[in-house]
């Protein structure tokens, strides 16, 4: 029988195994298992921990342990005793940095999260990668030569591009060198090529924006209600002229999930109300939602000017054409549409969220949008808010003005 290696359905602490494997042309079988099944698997495990290896009959857990032995048997283990040494030692700081990736990304609270990340970034990764790129002369951690610590250095090294969000080059040329020489062995390319697709470091999704509720308040109350987890990034507006050119169409907010990113408030509001089930039953309600918050969007961008005027005359003539004209004319055909306390579908959608996210910016610059006139709208905006995730956002939100 081919051994068999069994851990998540994730790289984690199997790949560098897995890569020792396929270098070496060694048939195995790879168990990958799903964590809803883990709880009845973990009592039939040794220690209760993955991965585990079964070769004749015998099994062994220790992820360290099982890539020593597969390293001996495809010739990556050191000439002697000392070079094993040297190896392991390489191989356990690794493993040091891993651990403590690990605990910032597990970190269930957000503010310290962050805190740790950013220790993570500024002074725990320069420590240890300018000592490890001095180890890695020419591209190798151990003498000059392939060893079990550069697949090793493989894993983590791409798990600290991923955290840093940067490349290692050039500020570490020789840690370069080793994911290049690693990743250009023939065997190991193919491997990369068609092995699943897994995220290796789960890390929460990033909104960004300033510190105000504007266009990215519809986007947290969304993720509230759901109960997803994501990273509240803000900066202040003198901060802006610098981060605009990393943008990708110099606007904020930016959605930024596994690695990639995108802008536009309500397109990164369709998708969440999509994970948080606030979207239409079939594809009409949608096209009923999309209509209503186009509308919605409309009547903010009427308001604008407002805001923006800076000639007090003109403010004032401004304010006073949209509160008479303006305002009534959207107001009273949103009512006679929410006659169910909600705008489409006699059900709550991600379409009344963003009446109260906008209710809230009209009444900061004009001073009047929903009121008791209007039952509809005010049902819907008191159904929103009273949603005890809402409701608790509501309280404890950051206070700012706007």
Request: hydrophobic share 40%; glycine share 4%; net charge neutral.
């Amino acid at each position: 029988m081919v051994p068999k290696l069994t851990y998540f359905n994730s790289k984690g602490l199997s790949e560098t195994i897995r890569l020792m494997f396929k270098y070496g042309d060694i048939e195995f079988e790879d168990v990958r298992i799903e964590r809803v099944d883990w709880p009845k698997l973990k009592l039939d495990a040794p220690f209760g921990e993955m991965p585990f290896y079964e070769e004749d009959g015998k099994r062994v857990n220790q992820s360290g342990a099982i890539s020593r032995y597969v390293a001996k048997k495809v010739k990556l283990a050191g000439k002697d005793d000392w070079e094993d040494l040297e190896i392991d030692s390489i191989v356990d700081t690794l493993t040091d940095i891993r651990t403590k990736i690990i605990k910032a990304l597990l970190e269930p609270n957000e503010e310290v999260k962050s805190k740790l990340i950013k220790v993570l970034i500024e002074e725990t990764f320069p420590f240890y990668l300018e000592r490890l790129n001095k180890q890695a002369v020419g591209g190798y951690f151990i003498n000059g030569k392939l060893t079990w610590a550069d697949f090793h250095g493989l894993i983590i090294l791409e798990a600290v591009e991923l955290v840093t969000k940067k490349k290692l080059n050039p500020d570490y040329p020789n840690l370069a060198k080793v994911i290049e020489h690693v990743t250009n062995i023939p065997q190991i390319k193919k491997w990369i090529e068609v092995r699943p697709i897994t995220v290796t470091f789960k890390m929460s999704p990033k909104l960004t924006y300033f510190n105000a509720k504007g266009l990215a308040e519809l986007v947290r109350l969304l993720c509230k209600y759901g109960d997803v987890e994501f990273e509240d990034v803000r900066f202040e507006r003198e901060q802006w002229p610098e981060l605009k050119a990393t943008t990708p169409f110099g606007q904020v907010p930016l959605w930024e999930e596994n690695g990639k990113v995108v802008s536009q408030s309500v397109a990164i509001a369709r998708y969440i109300a999509k994970k948080v089930k606030l979207v239409g039953a079939n594809d009409w309600e949608n096209l009923e939602i999309d209509a209503i918050v186009d509308t919605i969007t409309d009547l903010r961008l009427k308001s604008s000017p407002i805001f923006y005027e800076q000639d007090e005359t003109k403010k004032a003539a401004l304010l006073k054409t949209f509160l008479e004209e303006t305002l009534p004319f959207y107001l009273d055909r949103f009512e006679k549409m929410a006659g169910s306390g909600h705008l489409v579908g006699n059900k709550l959608t991600w379409a009344d969220f963003y009446l109260v996210t906008v209710n809230d910016a009209l009444t900061r610059v004009s001073g009047k949008a929903v009121d008791s006139k209007y039952v509809n709208l005010y049902k819907v905006i008191e159904n929103v808010t009273s949603i005890p995730q809402i409701k608790k956002w509501i309280e404890t939100r950051p206070i700012t003005p706007f």
